[in-house]
């Protein structure tokens, strides 16, 4: 693939692909046109069959507003959203699919992807520790029209900064 925005790459190509990794932060924001319903279906056309889609979301150890607008938006473009909190950092992996699969289906997925580095040190983690669960769907949906991921993120950090002053 060519090194472009990653939703302008996606519009100008036919290819489809097995894993799609979202990682885009300007610290600590995440650029709003890569988070939204429509950018996650055009994700999910460039997916191929058992294809998936995995997106490193921030928080804190309390507030996972980000995590749950983020898997409501995917959960508009895929049937199925999973999550996996990761304990020694402040964040959350989002995994979704186009296929239905249960949490227990899609760890023994991720065993059987033995050879893809990125999949096997998230995966072994996530094996390890037994945290892959079924993703929240509550949360704020985004799209093209209403994005307000920064407003999220600024009340996050302003929320995390009261709390450690008290």
């Not at 049937?79 to 186009?98: C, K, Q, W």
């Not at 990125?118 to 037994?130: P, Q, R, S, Y």
């Not at 799209?143 to 307000?148: L, S, V």
């Amino acid at each position: 693939m060519k090194v472009a925005d990653g939703r302008y790459a996606l519009e100008t190509t036919d290819t489809t692909y097995d894993l799609v990794c979202l990682d885009a932060y300007r610290q600590p924001y995440v650029p709003f046109h890569l988070a939204t319903v429509e950018y996650f279906q055009l994700v999910a056309k460039h997916l191929n069959p058992g294809g998936v889609v995995v997106v490193n979301v921030g928080r804190t150890d309390t507030d996972f507003r980000l995590v749950d607008a983020l898997s409501a938006t995917l959960a508009k473009a895929f049937p199925t959203v999973l999550a996996v909190d990761v304990d020694r950092y402040n964040n959350s992996m989002i995994y979704a699919t186009n296929d239905s699969v249960t949490p227990d289906q899609f760890a023994q997925r991720l065993r059987e992807k033995a050879g893809i580095p990125l999949v096997e040190t998230v995966a072994g983690w996530a094996l390890e520790h037994g945290n892959i669960r079924r993703a929240s769907t509550n949360g704020t949906v985004f799209t093209d029209d209403k994005a307000p991921v920064e407003w999220i993120i600024d009340q996050i950090i302003i929320d995390e900064a009261v709390r450690e002053e008290k």
